[in-house]
């Protein structure tokens, strides 16, 4: 299965696959090629200092549709046939989304559906939960709403900040995203309706 990475910002969770597949961990999987909506991304560099392909598709200017199909071109070209979200801050619609049926996961740094959106860590904080976490799902058109495929718990101590939380949450996404990719890959998840079988928890 050849995953095209999709990045926004520090690509810290493109690393983690990255490392995975140094380790050749992630097999069947490989990482086709990293695409970044944002120049500045220091993802790109990360995929670059591992040799694999790195692009940038500019979201500016474009509308919605018109830089998906920018996206699908992109990955076509790389032969892309699966899709991770990691750290990618723009919605997909149907129209991105139809074409890789149960073949697209993200990362988000919640236990949904609890605190979907943008500001999870924050509004976790705010809320005063004792337990927060890590959910990697597939995507659907919904935001953050599609079936869940693994979740991992992370407790809030007293005291937390945002970088105190957003640390201890990163350390557990990035052991379970490459799970669930190299699960994927291996064909070992399947779904019916909402309920994904396949990936224990740990
Ligand atoms: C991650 O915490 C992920 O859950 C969220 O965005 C963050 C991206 O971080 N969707 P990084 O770019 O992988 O370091």
Redesign the pocket.
């Known amino acids: 299965m050849r995953v095209g990475v999709l990045?926004?910002?520090?690509?810290?969770?493109?690393?983690?696959l990255l490392d995975a597949q140094a380790r050749g961990e992630l097999a069947p999987a490989t990482i086709a090629a990293v695409l970044s909506n944002r120049p500045e991304?220091?993802?790109l560099g990360r995929a670059a200092a591992a040799g694999v392909p790195a692009e940038v598709v500019d979201h500016r200017g474009l509308a919605r549709e018109a830089f998906e199909d920018r996206l699908l071109a992109r990955l076509a070209a790389h032969r892309a046939d699966a899709v991770v979200?990691?750290?990618?801050?723009r919605v997909l619609t149907p129209h991105f989304v139809d074409r890789f049926p149960l073949r697209i996961v993200?990362?988000?740094?919640s236990l949904l559906p609890a605190f979907p959106g943008a500001h999870?860590?924050e509004d976790a904080l705010a809320h005063g939960v004792k337990l927060t976490g890590?959910t990697v799902h597939f995507v659907d058109a919904s935001l953050d709403g599609g079936p869940i495929i693994a979740q991992t718990a992370v407790p809030v101590e007293d005291g937390d900040d945002v970088a105190a939380l957003?640390a201890r949450?990163?350390r557990e996404?990035?052991r379970l995203l490459p799970r669930v990719v190299q699960r994927l890959a291996a064909g070992r998840l399947s779904c019916q309706g909402r309920h994904v079988i396949g990936i224990r928890a740990e």
């Open positions: 990045v926004s910002g520090t690509g810290t969770n493109l690393q983690a991304a220091p993802a979200l990691a750290g990618f801050m993200n990362t988000h740094p999870a860590l890590v957003r949450i990163q996404e990035h």
